[in-house]
T-cell receptor, first 116, second 112 residues
Framework: SAVISQKPSRDICQRGTSLTIQCQVD?????MFWYRQQPGQSLTLIAT?????????ESGFVIDKFPISRPNLTFSTLTVSNMSPEDSSIYLC?????????????FGPGTRLTVL | GENVEQHPSTLSVQEGDSAVIKCTYS??????FPWYKQELGKGPQLIID?????GEKKDQRIAVTLNKTAKHFSLHITETQPEDSAVYFC???????????FGTGTKLQVIP
């Protein structure tokens, strides 16, 4: 399985500011995914990021609020813009398992965001 | 879209006992069902998965069963240990795409 790292691991931010979360994978992957996990809740898909194309956002998530970059096959960023306390969550990136297991997703350790 | 229900939301067992977590799904087109374990402060970790052409799969103390007719699948953990304490998520993949619908999670506590 892929090894995934995220930066920062946690942050405390003031409302109205923006935070960019980085996701790095140790192998090339076609698809990367960004999830939000609100406190004590399940995982909700924010968007799918393919290299070389714009991200595809799920219902309820918009590019202006969560811009995503995917400059190459091993890296992606998610920005949480104009933050409010409701954005306090864990943000997780995940990747597909690759040619041997395209159904499987593997997750990074997450970024714990608190907005004051 | 797919809807996945998971029960129970919390589960406490004595060390050495078995734990069972159950999930149901709504879309008969779903064909892949992974289970994830999330420890406090960490991301979800895949622990076992099953495909729709298989009824049961086992990996040491962990097993998963799938009933396609009833659209439900279950995670069985035998001889539980304190390190099994975590939140467990079931999931179902649908639509022929790498989109996963997660269950609501089960917080398992193994009491030493």
């Amino acid at each position: 399985s892929a090894v995934i790292s995220q930066k920062p691991s946690r942050d405390i931010c003031q409302r109205g500011t923006s935070l960019t979360i980085q996701c790095q994978v140790d192998s090339q992957v076609t698809m990367m995914f960004w999830y939000r996990q609100q406190p004590g809740q399940s995982l909700t898909l924010i968007a799918t990021a393919n290299q070389g194309s714009e991200a595809t956002y799920e219902s309820g998530f918009v590019i202006d609020k969560f811009p995503i970059s995917r400059p190459n096959l091993t890296f992606s960023t998610l920005t949480v813009s104009n933050m409010s306390p409701e954005d306090s969550s864990i943000y997780l990136c995940s990747v597909e398992g690759g040619q041997s297991s395209t159904d499987t997703q593997y997750f990074g350790p997450g970024t714990r965001l608190t907005v004051l | 879209g797919e809807n996945v229900e998971q029960h129970p939301s919390t589960l406490s067992v004595q060390e050495g006992d078995s734990a069972v977590i159950k999930c149901t799904y709504s879309d008969s087109a779903s064909n892949y069902f992974p289970w994830y374990k999330q420890e406090l402060g960490k991301g979800p970790q895949l622990i076992i998965d099953i495909r729709s052409n298989v009824g049961e799969k086992k990996d040491q103390r962990i097993a998963v069963t799938l009933n396609k007719t009833a659209k439900h699948f279950s995670l069985h953990i035998t001889e539980t240990q304190p390190e099994d304490s975590a939140v467990y998520f079931c999931a179902a993949t649908w639509g022929g795409y790498q989109k996963v619908t997660f269950g609501t999670g089960t917080k398992l506590q193994v009491i030493p």
